[in-house]
């Protein structure tokens, strides 16, 4: 799905009502930035943002023009960019799979500049109650993934995030409606990255936080 068609409605989407609440022409750091899909999305939606990545590994050959990219480790070293340098953070599917979260919010403190927000989604804790699909090979019960470490609820994400002075604004379930229409269609079908995109999307299968930078 091209996000360009979101830009009258992006309410349909959680992570692209956040994008389109950044200030014109601002700056978005996207931490674990991986295969760079979500960030193409960004830029679809947002072609005016300046746009940067970090990621352990990731794959910047794929990423929108223009984005700047740093490889790193968010449990071991700091991010290069300046103080208060970054709009809007996004961070999202990544703190599953830390074990210390204590640098990934110290540091997305410091990027953001004052009234700035981060918007974090995780898996929600539920998933851990879901039975696996025979013959579905995609994540379903949280633990299909095997370099999930520990499911993160909101509210943990909460509380760590006051101390460096990120105050929670909103959380909830993470959804595309039009992928959770979807589901239905999809129902019958064959396994495929559609039909997990509408499951995930009508199950809730995420959780998000928005913290604003005080």
Not at 82 to 101: F, K, N, R
Not at 167 to 195: C, D, H, I, M
Request: hydrophobic letters at 40%.
């Amino acid at each position: 799905m091209n996000w360009h068609h979101l830009r009258r409605a992006s309410w349909l989407d959680t992570r692209a009502r956040f994008v389109a609440g950044v200030r014109p022409g601002g700056t978005l750091l996207d931490i674990g930035s991986a295969n760079g899909e979500t960030l193409s999305h960004f830029a679809e939606l947002r072609p005016d943002l300046k746009l940067f990545a970090t990621d352990l590994a990731g794959e910047p050959e794929k990423y929108p023009a223009g984005c700047q990219f740093h490889r790193g480790d968010l449990q071991r070293t700091r991010l290069p960019w300046p103080d208060a340098s970054m709009d809007a953070i996004t961070c999202m599917h990544l703190v599953e799979h830390l074990t210390d979260l204590t640098l990934l919010f110290q540091e997305t403190a410091r990027l953001l500049r004052p009234g700035g927000r981060i918007y974090f989604e995780t898996p929600h804790p539920k998933t851990l109650l879901y039975s696996s699909p025979v013959k579905f090979p995609f994540t379903v019960n949280f633990y299909d993934d095997a370099s999930h470490v520990r499911p993160v609820p909101i509210g943990v994400l909460a509380q760590l995030a006051r101390p460096v002075g990120l105050e929670p604004v909103a959380g909830g379930t993470a959804r595309n409606w039009l992928f959770a229409a979807a589901w239905p269609v999809y129902f019958f079908g064959r396994p495929s990255r559609k039909k997990y995109t509408a499951l995930i999307n009508w199950l809730g299968w995420s959780a998000y936080l928005i913290a604003r930078r005080s």
